[in-house]
């Protein structure tokens, strides 16, 4: 089998509400983008990845100018091949950022394509330890009034979820009683039973970030996420060992480069590598067995629909994101043709759909595509 072509599809859902987290500057506004790449062969297999939804056009850019000329003519099979010649493409500008985001999209193709051939659902190809995996409630923006922040918290608690994470952090840090105040209105609205994850997106500085740790313990929140810099992997060494509460990142590390000096250094106590940045699945998995090696558990960011085969696959899991309608539901579009739902705060991967087990639905393709 021989690679013959790779595409990309970008659509663009213009009725999804705009979304604030502590350091986006204003609000994500005009809608949702998201990229999909498509990698064709020979024997009219078709391998399916999935983009970070920004910047989705300079991720085509970087697809087609840079690395869909490596590609043509391989064995898709050889993916550890095909990611070491991408990322030494990409090494003077893509190290982190954009080009491993690209190289990242095109290795969950690679992971689908080879799935598909093998007639398996990709998780049996990672060699699952699990029936099922825990999933936790996402949301929680900071441009959320308390009134739909509760709202949301509790829709997730009636669908059987028994954990929500929601937005701290607010303005940069700049509004920490107002943080204090929608943590302890969802606690009082979800009941003391109901396990809360917060996520201050960077906002918070050092000492900063200490001290709301312990008012948040006082709420009983299950982790901080992100509470400084990702950059800042001393400042993170700093809160994790202050803190009671387990510290949480990773969604802004890239490659197992990356991690390594965040695991090596103890800036966190739970890992959350983006299979969307981190370097697809051929690195997510190295990360989460680096992980495993220092005693600690991984919780990944975004993408569910492709994390949930990957986390069905280590030991050291210990829950993954989800969003309500999931990754492919991102406004009133639903991007994906059919993904199997969480049930009761646990989430099963269809047993007899090759590959990833999903793809664009043909309508959502014809209604929402963009050049």
């Known amino acids: 089998m021989k690679i013959t072509d790779v595409t990309t599809t970008i659509l663009h859902d213009p009725h999804r509400r705009a979304i604030r987290d502590s350091t986006i500057i204003g609000a994500w506004e005009g809608g949702a983008t998201s990229i999909f790449i498509h990698i064709k062969t020979d024997e009219g297999i078709e391998g399916f990845g999935i983009a970070d939804p920004r910047p989705a056009h300079a991720i085509r850019a970087i697809v087609d100018r840079e690395l869909k000329g490596l590609l043509i003519g391989q064995d898709p099979f050889n993916i550890e091949k095909i990611w070491n010649e991408m990322f030494w493409k990409i090494r003077n500008y893509g190290r982190k ?88 209105a969802v606690r009082e609205a979800v009941g003391d039973d109901i396990e809360i994850y917060v996520d201050a997106n960077m906002g918070y500085n050092v000492k900063q970030a200490i001290r709301m740790t312990r008012i ?39 490659t197992r480069h990356g991690f ?35 005693g600690l558990q991984i919780a990944p960011h975004g993408i569910p629909e492709v994390h949930l085969h990957l986390c069905m696959a280590i030991p050291n899991l210990k829950v993954v994101e989800y969003f309500d309608g999931g990754w492919g539901r991102v406004g009133k579009a639903n991007f994906f043709t059919d993904v199997p739902l969480p049930q009761n705060g646990m989430w099963t991967p269809f047993p007899d759909k090759p590959g990833l087990g999903f793809g664009l639905d043909p309508d959502a393709v014809a209604k929402y595509s963009i050049d």
């Open 216 to 254: 948040f313990e006082e709420y009983k929140v299950g982790w901080l996420e992100e509470p400084v810099l990702a950059d800042n992997i001393a400042g993170l060494a700093e809160v994790t060992r202050a803190s009671d509460i387990p510290i949480a990142t990773g969604e802004n590390e890239y």
């Open 260 to 294: 390594k000096e965040l695991i090596a250094n103890r800036g966190a106590d739970i890992i959350q590598p983006d299979v969307a940045r981190v370097g697809g699945v051929t690195e997510w998995m190295k990360v989460a067995s680096l992980a495993d090696s220092f």
């Open 97 to 184: 950022g954009v080009g491993i985001q690209a190289l990242a999209a095109i290795d969950v193709g690679l992971w689908d394509l080879k799935a598909k051939a093998l007639g398996v659902p990709l998780y049996r190809l990672l060699n699952p330890m699990y029936e099922s995996v825990p999933v936790y409630g996402s949301g929680g923006w900071t441009n959320m009034t308390e009134e739909e922040l509760v709202e949301e918290a509790t829709g997730f608690v009636e669908q059987g979820f028994s954990k929500y994470k929601m937005k701290v952090g607010m303005n940069f840090g700049q509004e920490e009683k107002e943080d204090i105040k929608r943590v302890a």
